[in-house]
């Protein structure tokens, strides 16, 4: 129980490059300005952004991996599940991603892919996916377009997370019917439009951060590190992974993060070895695992259960460097060993001698 300040030293180093940070910034608010002077702007009402950039559960990308951005584009598209409709005022799912060639052909010509719910955009250091929503109803609208104003320091503030926690909050209070509200986003690969709720479970994730005494956020970031690190199971990662923790990490006024993540590690190695169902938040219809297999899934509660006994023992470890050792076999090197400190002051080899011309001032 000595390791906080290893904790957030820890944390600081796997978060997401402030330069990366910075790209990602200016890409985003180039993109929506080329989308506003392109001629499929008319169509477009507001664009935010979704996923672990915008709930701050993200951790830096290790090798291959790239950091991305989920930006979503809430259009004007009437939407329709038939895959041959011809009229112009709507969009199917392919249609609707269609509509975004010429705009992409233009800004990133050999740089975006179409894929099953999103546009995907490939830089040099990080990725873009861009994911068209149908025409909302006019409260969602409402929200959306305030909560997401980029004339009141939306392109500044939203990847500064007390902003964006507390810009929204206010205005979800404000609109009290916003949990009734979906939107539509195309699944080209079922042949057709799905319902989610990005603003859900960006609040969800932000009452559970509240809750757990700000610590909730940095469990994820933790858990996401060690997975990716450490684990590497293809199917449980990133949202899933984010949302599993958030079931069966309590509400709880933790006094320090060591004692949040220690306690997130045994909570979690109690669970049952077989797959749950997770509700979605906002669209409880849609199960958060249904792309996990059974076969991942135990492999993964096995991982926990390892790391969740060198987790007990680092954290009733009572000497700070033993514990810190312990808790970098789970999390590696990033996580750093306690050195005890050096002094400064040379050791005494006689008694003190007072000047007595001397004063005090």
Not at 233 to 253: C, R
Not at 306 to 329: G, H, P
Request: aromatic letters at 12%.
């Amino acid at each position: 129980m000595n390791c906080n300040t290893n904790f957030n030293d820890f944390i600081s180093k796997i978060n997401v490059q402030q330069s990366i940070r910075d790209d990602l910034k200016k890409s985003y608010e180039t993109l929506d300005k080329r989308l506003h002077d392109h001629p499929v702007g008319k169509h477009v009402i507001t664009t935010f952004m979704q996923g672990s950039m915008a709930r701050n559960t993200a951790v830096k990308a290790v090798g291959d991996d790239k950091a991305d951005i989920d930006i979503v584009v809430v259009t004007d598209f009437i939407w329709t599940d038939d895959i041959n409709n011809t009229d112009p005022n709507k969009k199917n799912p392919d249609q609707a991603l269609d509509a975004f060639k010429d705009f992409l052909n233009k800004y990133y010509p050999g740089k975006w892919r179409k894929q099953g719910r999103s546009l995907g955009i490939t830089m040099s250091d990080y990725s873009i996916d861009l994911v068209p929503t149908a025409l909302p109803s006019n409260s969602m609208q409402q929200l959306l377009t305030e909560a997401f104003r980029k004339d009141t320091g939306y392109f500044s503030h939203f990847l500064d997370e007390d902003y964006m926690e507390n810009n929204l909050t206010q205005l979800i209070h404000k609109h009290s019917n916003w949990r009734d509200e979906y939107l539509m986003i195309p699944d080209r690969k079922a042949h057709k439009w799905d319902q989610t709720h990005p603003i859900a479970q960006i609040q969800w994730t932000n009452e559970k951060h509240k809750n757990t005494n700000k610590t909730f956020k940095k469990v994820v970031r933790a858990f996401k590190w060690w997975n990716n690190n450490f684990v590497g199971l293809a199917t449980i990662k990133s949202y899933p992974l984010e949302h599993f923790i958030g079931v069966y990490v309590l509400d709880y006024n933790y006094l320090t993060l060591e004692e949040a993540i220690y306690e997130a590690f045994n909570a979690i190695s109690k669970v049952s070895i077989i797959k749950p169902k997770l509700p979605d938040i906002g669209v409880p219809e849609h199960d958060v695992f249904a792309r996990v297999t059974q076969e991942d899934y135990e492999q993964f509660i096995t991982q926990v259960r390892n790391a969740a006994k060198i987790a007990s023992q680092a954290y009733y470890e009572q000497d700070k460097t033993e514990s810190s050792k312990l808790w970098q076999k789970i999390f590696g090197n990033e996580f750093p060993v306690y050195r005890t400190p050096t002094s400064s002051f040379t050791d005494r080899k006689g008694p003190s001698i007072i000047n007595s011309e001397g004063r005090f001032a």
